[in-house]
């Protein structure tokens, strides 16, 4: 048993005082009776700290040196240590515009780690970003190996390893994206628009066809033109949800700001898309395959293209908190409730809630995270 006492505790909608009793990998009691605990309970006193539900990161290559397209349990559990030092108990491994060979490989240790579990945050299973991306949108992945939307092509990439894909990135645009968005979108796999030189128009039909979400958002995708409303219209003009990789890199934070008061806090993401390089020094990295420059807080291919971040969400997190002026609580949904429905376990995860599973994070004002705990074990203490 886990006492967490004294803590300013992060829920949806307001932020209070209390206590919380962890038992048998869930959160079993807010506000628990003292007379009820017994003798041999760990005890973390959160004086002066918040707790908050474990951030989700759905859009994640790589951190610590290791890549998601290694295509090794070992690179994804290392990624899964180094992470959780950072705040995130659960993410997506997301895989690059690479052969199909090597998509499946990395697809196929994703499935491992989801179903065996990591030393670190939970892998909820794989987003794979491309290869059914546009050749004009392409951002850091290869060019090489971009394929044309197909059902086909799409069951080679993951071979038998289907239930554990939760989302994909393409391009709406290209023939044979509607088929493929028809078919996941029954398969209740999530089709994201992205890396893609839709018009409105096209983008839209994306979503008529079953598009939910759209792939960090004003990053590789047709602008906001007062004439020409482009995908960054659409996804302002819909219902759909959004990430945003708020580094004050990717995105300036007046448009950050723009776009959380047009879309609501209820339909963005907090994302990294962090790299290799997430949590390393400054240097020279590779991201699926491309050599990338780390410098000064940015990770770059050797033609200047943004290549990843090396963000990470609790960095995120301070950054819209600093840079905003939204209450705390409606920032730290971005990062865990968001993900959670996101990646359809918002009835177990992303919330500060009896009965849900115990992945929570004790921060301080500044967002340091003091203690990571995954599935009621604490995996991090600072």
């Known amino acids: 048993m886990l006492l967490i006492k004294n803590c300013n505790m992060i829920f949806l909608d307001k932020i209070k005082k209390g206590s919380i009793l962890v038992e048998n990998g869930k959160i079993s009691k807010i506000n628990p009776s003292t007379e009820s605990l017994v003798n041999d309970i760990t005890t973390i006193d959160g004086d002066g700290l918040y707790l908050s539900p474990g951030f989700i990161d759905v859009h994640i290559h790589g951190a610590g040196g290791y890549d998601t397209m290694d295509g090794t349990y070992e690179s994804i559990n290392n990624i899964a240590k180094t992470i959780v030092k950072n705040g995130t108990t ?43 991306i546009s050749p004009d949108a392409i951002g850091a992945q290869n060019p090489k190996y971009i394929e044309k939307p197909s059902i086909e092509t799409f069951k080679k990439m993951v071979g038998n390893n289907e239930d554990a894909v939760v989302s994909l990135t393409l391009a709406p645009e290209i023939e044979g ?31 008529k066809w079953g598009a939910r979400h759209a792939t960090h958002l004003f990053n590789a ?58 949590c390393m020094p400054d240097g020279e990295y590779s991201l699926g395959g491309q050599i990338v420059i780390v410098k ?73 995270i003091k203690t990571v705990i995954v599935n009621g074990k604490i995996v991090h203490q600072k």
């Open 90 to 132: 659960s993410f997506l491994p997301t895989t690059m515009t690479v052969s199909i060979p090597e998509i499946l490989q990395s697809v196929s240790a994703i499935a491992e780690a989801k179903k065996n579990g990591t030393d670190g945050a939970n892998v909820l299973g794989a987003h794979l970003e491309g290869p059914f």
């Open 177 to 207: 994206a509607k088929e493929l968005i028809e078919y996941l979108s029954n398969k209740n796999i999530l089709c994201s628009i992205g890396h893609t030189k839709a018009t409105y128009n096209q983008a839209m039909d994306g979503i």
């Open 221 to 278: 995708m047709t602008p906001l033109h007062h004439r020409n409303p482009g995908v960054v219209g659409a996804v302002f003009d819909s219902d759909i949800t959004t990430e945003t990789i708020s580094d004050g890199i990717h995105i300036s934070y007046p448009v950050l700001r723009t776009s959380y008061k047009i879309k609501g806090t209820d339909k963005v993401l907090l994302i990294t898309d962090a790299m290799m390089a997430c």
């Open 296 to 368: 000064d807080g940015a990770a770059r291919l050797k033609t200047g293209s943004l290549a990843g971040s090396v963000l990470t969400l609790n960095k995120a997190i301070k950054n819209i908190y600093e840079n905003t002026n939204y209450p705390l609580y409606e920032i730290v949904k971005m990062a865990t409730y968001n993900g959670a429905k996101h990646c359809k376990v918002d009835d177990r995860k992303g919330l500060i809630k009896e009965g849900y599973d115990a992945d929570l994070v004790v921060f301080d004002e500044d967002i340091n």
